[in-house]
């Protein structure tokens, strides 16, 4: 089965210092790959995606970059975090397997990312 | 105005009461998501339909696309069922747009 791990659950950086978090995905190839934020008191939004090996679309511009250093890898970076870094990071992945109803759609855990 | 649109933002109701959520959108879509996410910001999904209507336990959602307008129902309702429920309309690249989310409370 599929099974799409994310990490730290939780972080506190302070304001300058660089970030990674990093997304891994089991059981799946060539899948879709999203990095999703929710500020406080906001919905979620996309911030970037990936449809295969080192291609990387940004969705809003910002002090983010991602990467996908391997097929089933997104990382997402920053060089020095500011604070409005601040959110709740999801990654998830997707695939349409045939017909649209046996689309999956998968989400993490979510990171929890403070910025002092 | 944002691309998808919820109602309410915030509902509180007693164990037992048929809930109605809204999800309006503006943009093409293939398809939308009913997500729920927990407490702990944990997000699931609870369905994806692109016409008609899908049931999955005490849960019913339903689509028009003319209309493009959705709806999540939560029947015999229980206070577990408190959470965010969020609307996602399905865009190019399954790219996701979301709602702003509805706050369900159910006190017991």
């Known amino acids: 089965s599929q099974t799409i791990h994310q990490w730290p659950a939780t972080l506190v950086q302070p304001v300058g210092s660089p970030l990674s978090l990093e997304c891994t995905v089991e059981?799946?190839?060539?899948?879709?790959l999203y990095w999703y934020r929710q500020a406080a008191g906001r919905g979620l939004q996309l911030l970037f995606y990936?449809?295969?090996?080192?291609?990387i679309s940004s969705e809003v511009p910002q002090n983010l970059s991602a990467s996908r250093p391997q097929d089933r890898q997104f990382i997402l970076s920053s060089k020095k975090l500011l604070l409005s870094d601040s959110g709740f990071y999801l990654c998830?992945?997707?695939?349409?397997?045939?017909?649209?109803?046996?689309?999956?759609?998968?989400f993490g855990s979510g990171t929890r990312l403070t910025v002092v | 105005k944002n691309e998808v649109e919820q109602s309410p933002q915030n509902l509180t109701a007693q164990e037992g009461e048929f809930i109605t959520i809204n999800c309006s959108y503006s943009?093409?879509?293939?398809?939308l998501h009913w997500l729920q996410q927990h407490p702990g910001g944990g997000i699931v999904s609870l369905f994806m339909l692109s016409s008609g209507k899908k049931k999955h336990g005490r849960l019913i959602a339903t689509i028009n696309i003319q209309e493009k307008h959705s709806s999540l129902h939560i029947t015999a309702s229980h206070p577990r069922d408190s959470a965010v429920y969020i609307c996602?309309?399905?865009?190019?690249?399954?790219?996701?747009?979301f709602g702003q989310g509805t706050r369900l409370t159910i006190n017991p």
């Open positions: 990936s449809v295969g090996i080192g291609q």
């Open positions: 998830a992945w997707s695939r349409i397997t045939g017909p649209l109803f046996n689309y999956g759609y998968t």
């Open positions: 943009v093409g879509i293939s398809a």
């Open positions: 996602a309309c399905i865009r190019g690249a399954q790219k996701l747009v």
């Open positions: 059981g799946t190839s060539n899948p879709n």
